[in-house]
């Protein structure tokens, strides 16, 4: 028996708490705005991350095409098939943002420190409104055999330049990608 259009309503509404109640004046869904911040925090929380973008990219972008699919029918009547794309592309964030903090939450093995050397530091020129123009040191190590590189604070630029080593506390996340805990410079003296 297919689905009326007031059981998608009940489903896409089951909590009360994914549609802006009309009172507030608010007519389209809180989902969005939930997805944009979650798109936000992980903006600002990918700073170090080892799990590679474009896996990312594939997550979200399958679980929008996914969920389009599953409501079909109800985005061809309420809101057309390319406007729900990208409405659902922000819950695919929400995905994203969960699929990240489960990797890290969800992770039972313990942090391990490991020293590595420094192969290569660049000093990327940044600009921003509040703080003015400084430098930023990008490292590069080789963790698991794979080289990676790491922004640094600008803070460390200075200590940067003097040493070749950087202790790396490492914790093997609950997806398999490692997670980088804290990042520390060594002295050479």
Same mark, same amino acid.
Request: charged share 25%; aromatic share 14%; with cysteine.
């Given at each position: ?63 929008? @095409?996914? &969920?389009?699919?599953?409501? #079909?029918?109800?985005?061809? $009547?309420? =809101? ?5 794309? %990208? ?48 430098? @930023?040191? &990008?490292?590069?190590?080789? #963790?698991?055999?794979?080289? $990676?590189? =790491? ?5 460390? %630029? ?32």
């Amino acid at each position: 028996m297919p689905f009326t259009k007031k059981d998608i309503n009940q489903l896409i509404d089951f909590a009360h708490i994914f549609k802006a109640r009309e009172k507030f004046g608010i007519y389209y869904q809180n989902i969005s705005i939930i997805g944009l911040v979650c798109l936000l925090i992980i903006y600002f929380d990918f700073k170090n991350s080892l799990i590679p973008i474009n896996i990312l990219i594939w997550i979200g972008c399958v679980t929008s @095409v996914l &969920i389009t699919l599953i409501f #079909i029918k109800f985005y061809k $009547r309420e =809101l057309g098939i390319i406007w729900s794309l %990208f409405h659902n592309l922000t819950i695919g964030f929400i995905v994203i943002f969960i699929f990240l903090k489960s990797n890290d939450l969800l992770s039972t093995d313990k942090i391990e420190t490991n020293d590595y050397y420094i192969q290569k530091l660049e000093l990327k020129h940044k600009t921003e409104r509040n703080r003015g123009s400084y430098l @930023v040191p &990008i490292i590069t190590v080789k #963790i698991d055999g794979i080289d $990676r590189k =790491l922004k640094l604070s600008s803070y460390y %630029f200075k200590d940067a330049q003097k040493t070749r080593q950087v202790r790396i506390d490492l914790k093997k996340g609950f997806w398999n990608y490692p997670i980088i805990k804290n990042i520390q410079l060594i002295d050479n003296e």
